[in-house]
């Protein structure tokens, strides 16, 4: 019989994707094609949704292919697909591990349907007013790629420059070191928070916060409740051992009264691995028993960049700090309206609606510019990334995030178009500037500007070179204000653009004049 593979076979699918997206969000190295993570993030079923709803595309429809899977078979999704899931199935491999008995122990559990569809109304009411909130919160891909994000990853970036270090002392240069990323404490209190959720619930109880908290796992729990085959008992060959359901991490196989409430059963197949008489089959919806339990019916390419060409120049910003000697004190600070979404983003509002805070694009970002935000967007834009100046700037020639992103909150934008994207405006403070305060040659925010919106002209009232701007070229990239040494305010920094506008491009140098040489010399 095929029955007891299904496990098998589950178990080595999960493990394929869970290593797939785990590795996208720990390279630090940026050593994947992001070709890739378009056929990998197009099977998670909120990015999916979001995205086909922007932009209507074979890749986008993934979540079309996981409903009629569910269709057929159940909630396949939630055991083989969803990280979030399988990394419950990984906390209860490692309590197997360290428990005392070596299964684990379920028994029957009645659906939580107060909680199940609570949730599900609040989902569907907040959707309907604009809002992601609800799903930025819950999304079980989105809450897997912070807790990566927030607590793997820097471990990772640390022992990557420890040995770094070692190498090093070997003469051996290979591997390279990696900027840090910046610690937030919101979003690492919450990834903290929800990772102890999951590990709590998953220990106590399997599959539970999958059945009552997960909007995902309680949506596909409606498609599931008609799913043409589904899991039964036979009770031809069936002997009520019960063992089926000691193992039912989902709770949801009454053993005693040999009925299944398929809406909770997460496909994971335990079921038929333990079953010791075959007394588990599909049966299509015609055969099958129906449950006693009723449910209400409630209808992101190249991914290798250049890094050489970033730490290049991250190491040349750093040089040009360390020239300045900034001793006097400012004391207008920065306020800046609004927070800036980035390039590819085309406003505000368009990120708020289609990002789930994932945090994929944290990850991808080669110079830490993009950092979840707090409040910066609202209650309802909570950990959306935002561009932090203080922490990078945008790379010039950089359009991974847009590569990345699953739900195309961020579109993909070609290098040329990304170039003279505006996503904010330049402005300068004087009274913070050291041109001013301190009388000297400065000149960070020009010598790094890469469309020359700021240069370097004599100001009379100084007799210095002093900044100017040309806020039309300006593309709101953050390299001036990721530079300025000024302390403990910057002096000049980027005010958002709420809807993102076009820059001009910048102006071409002439090349000087070149002069014919003789063939022979001049003396």
């Known amino acids: 019989m095929i029955y007891p593979k ?6 080595l699918t999960a493990l394929f994707f869970f290593i797939l997206l785990s590795a996208l969000f720990l390279d630090i190295h940026g050593i994947f094609n992001t070709q890739y993570s378009d056929y990998v993030l197009s099977l998670q079923f909120i990015p999916s949704i979001i995205n086909f709803v922007s932009i209507p595309s074979i890749l986008a429809a993934g979540f079309i292919v996981i409903l009629i899977l569910t269709v057929f078979y ?3 999704y939630c055991s083989f697909l969803c990280p979030l899931g399988i990394l419950m199935d990984s906390i209860l491999f490692i309590k197997r591990k360290f428990a005392k008995k070596k299964r684990d122990i379920f028994d029957y559990q009645k659906p939580q349907n107060i909680w199940r569809y609570s949730v599900l109304a609040i989902t569907v009411i907040s959707l309907f007013a604009g809002s992601l ?59 903290v928070m929800i990772l102890a959720i999951v590990v709590f619930l998953t220990i106590i109880s399997g599959r539970l916060f999958c059945n009552t908290l997960c909007p995902v796992g309680i949506t596909l729990g409606l498609f599931s409740k008609f799913s043409l085959f589904k899991i039964n008992v036979d009770e031809l060959t069936c002997t009520g051992c019960g063992l089926c359901e000691k193992v039912c991490k989902a709770q949801c196989i009454d053993s005693s009264e040999k009925q299944i409430d398929f809406d909770r059963c997460v496909a994971c197949y335990n079921c038929f691995d333990s079953c010791p008489t075959i007394g588990l089959v599909f049966r299509t919806a015609k055969k099958q028993i129906k449950s006693p339990i009723e449910i209400v019916d409630i209808p992101k390419r190249n991914f290798i960049i250049a890094l050489g060409a970033f730490f290049l120049s991250n190491s040349l910003i750093v040089k040009a700090q360390e020239k300045i000697n900034v001793y006097v004190k400012n004391k207008i600070p920065v306020y800046r309206v609004k927070p800036i979404s980035p390039p590819g983003s085309i406003s505000i509002a368009n990120m708020i609606e289609k990002c789930t805070a994932c945090q994929m694009c944290v990850s991808a970002c080669p110079t830490k510019v993009l950092q979840p935000s707090f409040l910066d967007y609202g209650l309802t834009g909570m950990m959306v990334p935002k561009m932090d100046n203080v922490s990078g700037f945008c790379n010039y020639d950089c359009t991974i995030c847009g590569e990345v992103c699953p739900t195309d909150a961020i579109l993909p934008t070609k290098i040329e178009e990304k170039k003279l994207i505006q996503i904010g405006k330049v402005i300068l403070i004087k009274d913070n500037c050291v041109v001013y305060t301190q009388k000297t040659d400065c000149g960070a925010c020009a010598e790094h500007c890469p469309t020359k919106s700021v240069r370097m002209e004599i100001d009379d009232d100084v007799k210095l070179r002093a900044p ?54 001049p003396f």
Not at 482 to 489: A, L
């Open 6 to 11: 299904l496990k098998r076979i589950r178990v």
């Open 74 to 76: 159940g909630r396949v």
């Open 133 to 191: 909130i609800v799903i930025l919160l819950l999304d079980p891909y989105s809450n897997f790629g912070r807790i990566i994000t927030q607590i793997f990853r820097p471990p990772l970036e640390f022992a990557n420059n420890i040995l770094v270090y070692v190498l090093e002392i070997f003469d051996y240069y290979e591997i390279k070191p990696v900027d840090y990323s910046l610690w937030q404490p919101f979003a690492f209190s919450f990834s």
């Open 468 to 521: 100017f701007i040309t806020q039309e070229l300006c593309i709101g990239c953050g390299a001036c204000e990721y530079i300025c040494p000024t302390i403990p305010y910057k002096s000049i920094y980027v005010e958002s653009n709420q809807i993102h506008l076009a820059a001009k491009p910048p102006e071409k140098i002439e090349a000087k004049p070149s002069f014919e040489v003789e063939d022979d010399f």
